[in-house]
């Protein structure tokens, strides 16, 4: 069985602070890792991609991975009350062709002003 | 650019009608994708299109049916939905279609009356 699992949260985090999201998957051959970040009513956005084990940094979000403990995380500095949404980990188990993206629970994100 | 388009941006349609969602990519991203999300859920994989074929049907109810007329559209045809099949239906595109990262568009937002 392909899962992903996330804390639903809501995680709160003061405004300029680091916010910290945490995700296992189930399958250890697993190649592609993605964060998207979705407000209320609105469709998910990419924030981050990552393929390799290590950490990868784009502006304010770094991405990391450990294939061995099967485990993704996203650390966003200087939270900005903008950065309040539901944050999705998703996970692309498929080993050849195209393959659809199993996405974990989501965890709500609120910046405290 | 990263843009895909979908139309309409919401629906509402009774038990016995026969609709049609479209989504539109100019990226020439070779898969595409249809997601349905219920409330406060994670987006859930409907089917994937590779190079115009169907390539993953993830047991959809055929009251469900989607068509690639060319590289860059694909519908996704309803008739005789359930209210239970009320939710957000997202339409993505790849431009790999070996675990590349997935582009979402805005959403469709139907109802089942």
């Known amino acids: 069985q392909k899962e992903v699992e996330q804390n639903s949260g809501p995680l709160s985090v003061p405004e300029g602070a680091i916010a910290s999201l945490n995700c296992t998957y189930s399958d250890r051959v697993s190649q592609s890792f993605f964060w998207y970040r979705q407000y209320s009513g609105k469709s998910p956005e990419l924030i981050m991609s990552?393929?390799?084990?290590g950490d990868k940094e784009d502006g304010r979000f770094t991405a990391q991975l450990n294939k061995a403990s099967q485990y993704v995380s996203l650390l966003i500095r200087d939270s900005q009350p903008s950065d309040s949404a539901t944050y999705l980990c998703?996970?692309?188990f498929g080993g050849g062709g195209a393959d659809g993206l199993t996405f974990g629970k989501g965890t709500h994100l609120i910046i405290q002003p | 650019d990263t843009e895909v388009t979908q139309t309409p941006k919401h629906l509402v349609m009774g038990m016995t009608n026969k609709k049609s969602l479209k989504c539109e990519q100019h990226?020439?991203?070779?898969?595409m994708y249809w997601y349905k999300q219920k409330a406060k859920k994670p987006p859930e994989l409907m089917f994937v299109y590779s190079y115009e074929k169907l390539s993953i049907n993830e047991s959809v109810p055929s009251r469900f049916s989607p068509e690639c007329p060319n590289s860059s559209l694909l519908n996704l045809h309803l008739h005789a939905l359930q209210p239970e099949d009320s939710a957000l239906y997202l339409c993505?595109?790849?431009?790999?279609?070996?675990?590349?990262?997935?582009?979402f568009g805005p959403g469709t937002r139907l109802l089942v009356l």
């Open positions: 990226m020439g991203h070779r898969a």
């Open positions: 998703a996970v692309n």
């Open positions: 990552i393929y390799s084990n």
């Open positions: 993505a595109s790849s431009p790999e279609d070996r675990g590349g990262t997935q582009y």
